[in-house]
């Protein structure tokens, strides 16, 4: 074990030392030489969360490598496009934290360089490796994953729903004001949310090339799964059982006043229903075309500069450091997403709840991280809002579908 255990497990005081950076940019690695034990320095941009655990993490890479690690904290919403404009020029980071979907950009933009993960590569869950890896090739060490799930009120509901018909029945049946609470937006709904829907009906956004990639050019949300998908968002909306009054916010409080036995939802609206004493049980999303209802998945993890000049430092104090089972199991504990390696993840799963969402993570589809997506989230979410709100569904769909299409070959 590459990391040992002092100070990651102190994380509950999340000071950092003056020796962290807390805003503006620094240069890249200055070292004159490329190993990973020879002096020189690496820069890390990260965001205040996760900046504790690094913090240890990088004094005892520093220590047994002799190459300094530079902690830079950024805003996490801002590292990406600060990232994409530094890079280029030789003054960005030599690492970045980030997530899997911004990975289409970086590549296309040159600057991320691909890593060695070497014989830790099947120490990760497979969907965290594909979700990191672009046209084959791994870019990333993922440390955390997140989905979203069922999660049912048991005093409310005392079984697990099999399809979305019965669990709209056994909503109806408990007495509540809302049989089924999920939070959209009264523009543009919620295609994260809603994903898992379409895709049990056969409609994925996009098909895949033969290594499991995803094909910009294999735009399948328009097939005639995606328009039975639509005429179900219209029967929905139509019965009220989706609603884009009810926004996320909404949608959270009524669960926690008890007013709906099932809501959909990640991991980061649970504890506010345990502390309210609610007893929760996390279930698969129940399926409503008759084919698996499969979410996306969300991955985190640590990506090098392909402008860094301390590459093999960097890939070794992400492949081996941010990796390992000590400090992956600490970026869960202070962020709360369950982790991407296997064994933190198992270690992880004795609590039901992280082991609920992660069994539901199993059957879940990375995001996808093409370029090619910012033209379908262009279009997608004011079409749902579209018919859910009483447009006529096939021509809205089938509109937004060549839309999509049109935008992506321009």
């Given at each position: 074990?590459r990391?040992?255990?002092?100070?990651?497990?102190?994380?509950?005081?999340?000071?950092?030392?003056?020796?962290?950076?807390?805003t503006?940019?620094?240069?890249?690695?200055?070292?004159?030489?490329?190993?990973?034990?020879?002096?020189?320095?690496?820069?890390?941009?990260?965001?205040?969360?996760?900046?504790?655990?690094?913090?240890?993490?990088?004094?005892?890479?520093?220590?047994?490598?002799?190459?300094?690690?530079?902690?830079?904290?950024?805003?996490?919403?801002?590292?990406?496009?600060?990232?994409?404009?530094?890079?280029?020029?030789?003054?960005?980071?030599?690492?970045?934290?980030?997530?899997?979907?911004?990975?289409?950009?970086?590549?296309?933009?040159?600057?991320?360089?691909?890593?060695?993960?070497?014989?830790?590569?099947?120490?990760?869950?497979?969907?965290?490796?594909?979700?990191?890896s672009?046209?084959?090739?791994?870019y990333?060490?993922?440390?955390?994953?997140?989905?979203?799930?069922?999660?049912?009120?048991?005093?409310?509901?005392?079984?697990?729903?099999?399809?979305?018909?019965?669990?709209?029945?056994?909503?109806?049946?408990?007495?509540?004001?809302?049989?089924?609470?999920?939070?959209?937006?009264?523009?543009?709904?919620?295609?994260?949310?809603?994903?898992?829907?379409?895709?049990?009906?056969?409609?994925p956004?996009?098909?895949?090339?033969?290594?499991?990639?995803?094909?910009?050019?294999?735009?399948?949300?328009?097939?005639?799964?995606?328009?039975?998908?639509a005429?179900?968002?219209?029967?929905?909306?139509?019965?009220?059982?989706?609603?884009?009054?009810?926004?996320?916010?909404?949608?959270?409080?009524?669960?926690?006043?008890?007013?709906?036995?099932?809501?959909?939802?990640?991991?980061?609206?649970?504890?506010?229903?345990?502390?309210?004493?609610?007893?929760?049980?996390?279930?698969?999303?129940?399926?409503?075309?008759?084919?698996?209802?499969?979410?996306?998945?969300?991955?985190?993890?640590?990506?090098?500069?392909?402008?860094?000049?301390?590459?093999?430092?960097?890939?070794?104090?992400?492949?081996?450091?941010?990796?390992?089972?000590?400090?992956?199991?600490?970026?869960?504990?202070?962020?709360?997403?369950?982790?991407?390696?296997?064994?933190?993840?198992?270690?992880?799963?004795?609590?039901?709840?992280?082991?609920?969402f992660?069994?539901?993570?199993?059957?879940?589809?990375?995001?996808?991280?093409?370029?090619?997506?910012?033209?379908?989230?262009e279009?997608?979410?004011?079409?749902?809002?579209?018919?859910?709100?009483?447009?006529?569904?096939?021509?809205?769909?089938?509109?937004?579908?060549?839309?999509i299409?049109?935008?992506?070959?321009?």
């Open positions: 074990m990391v040992n255990n002092k100070g990651l497990w102190a994380v509950g005081a999340l000071t950092v030392t003056a020796s962290l950076a807390l503006g940019c620094t240069a890249a690695s200055d070292s004159a030489d490329n190993g990973s034990g020879n002096g020189g320095s690496l820069t890390v941009w990260v965001d205040a969360d996760r900046a504790a655990v690094l913090k240890d993490a990088a004094a005892d890479f520093t220590a047994e490598t002799g190459v300094e690690v530079k902690l830079v904290q950024k805003e996490f919403g801002d590292i990406r496009d600060q990232f994409i404009a530094q890079a280029p020029t030789g003054k960005g980071p030599d690492i970045v934290i980030g997530a899997h979907d911004w990975l289409g950009t970086f590549v296309t933009n040159g600057v991320v360089a691909p890593v060695e993960l070497g014989d830790k590569a099947d120490a990760f869950q497979d969907v965290a490796i594909t979700a990191m672009y046209e084959g090739q791994v990333g060490v993922p440390y955390s994953i997140e989905n979203i799930a069922l999660v049912r009120n048991t005093a409310l509901a005392p079984s697990t729903p099999a399809t979305f018909d019965e669990m709209v029945t056994m909503g109806n049946a408990a007495g509540t004001e809302y049989p089924f609470l999920v939070g959209l937006d009264p523009e543009a709904a919620d295609p994260y949310h809603l994903y898992p829907f379409q895709t049990s009906f056969g409609a956004v996009f098909g895949t090339d033969a290594d499991g990639s995803y094909d910009s050019d294999a735009l399948e949300i328009g097939n005639a799964g995606g328009d039975k998908f005429a179900w968002l219209g029967e929905q909306g139509a019965a009220g059982v989706l609603n884009t009054n009810i926004t996320g916010d909404l949608a959270k409080e009524k669960f926690i006043a008890g007013e709906a036995p099932f809501y959909l939802t990640g991991p980061w609206n649970v504890p506010a229903a345990v502390e309210a004493g609610i007893d929760v049980a996390i279930d698969p999303i129940p399926s409503a075309g008759g084919e698996d209802a499969q979410p996306f998945v969300g991955v985190q993890g640590f990506f090098v500069s392909a402008k860094s000049e301390n590459a093999l430092a960097a890939n070794e104090f992400i492949v081996n450091y941010m990796g390992s089972e000590e400090v992956q199991t600490a970026l869960f504990e202070v962020g709360g997403r369950a982790p991407a390696l296997m064994a933190s993840f198992e270690a992880a799963s004795a609590d039901p709840i992280v082991a609920g992660g069994a539901v993570g199993e059957n879940a589809v990375p995001m996808p991280s093409i370029p090619a997506m910012g033209a379908v989230w279009f997608w979410g004011v079409t749902e809002a579209a018919i859910i709100n009483g447009g006529d569904a096939t021509s809205l769909w089938q509109k937004m579908s060549g839309d299409q049109t935008a992506i070959a321009g």
